[in-house]
């Protein structure tokens, strides 16, 4: 079994910057992506970021600029740097890890509360 633990969400005003982290433990195949992903109320669950072991990025376009998605290999650590936040960054946010193994394997952490208001 697969668990990711974030932590790093909170309260910011417009303008400041918070860090993600998603810690993943367990059986995981080394070949794989992880990503963040947001929900607002009211509104479906979109792609933020997403970085494979290799490196390779991937960023909505409402945050390209703005936000830096990394990842520590060795850790199993997925980061999520949110700078020049915005009103409308506000969602709860979730990690995530896939591979495909024969089947695809697919985990998601709690999610973590990000709120931006002044």
């Avoid at 433990?25 to 080394?30: K, M, N, V």
């Avoid at 947001?38 to 933020?48: D, H």
């Avoid at 970021?49 to 703005?66: H, L, P, Q």
Wanted: aromatic letters at 10%; charged letters at 15%.
């Amino acid at each position: 079994q697969v668990q990711l633990v974030e932590s790093g969400g909170g309260l910011v005003q417009p303008g400041g910057s918070l860090r993600l982290s998603c810690a993943a433990s367990g059986s995981i195949f080394s070949l794989n992506a992880m990503g963040w992903y947001r929900q607002a109320p009211g509104k479906q669950r979109e792609l933020v970021a997403a970085i494979n072991s290799g490196g390779s990025t991937n960023y909505a376009d409402s945050v390209k600029g703005r936000f830096t998605i990394s990842r520590d290999n060795a850790k199993n650590t997925v980061y999520l740097q949110m700078n020049s936040l915005k009103p409308e960054d506000t969602a709860v946010y979730y990690c995530n890890i896939h591979w495909v193994l024969g089947k695809v394997y697919d985990y998601w952490g709690q999610g973590t509360q990000v709120t931006v208001s002044s």
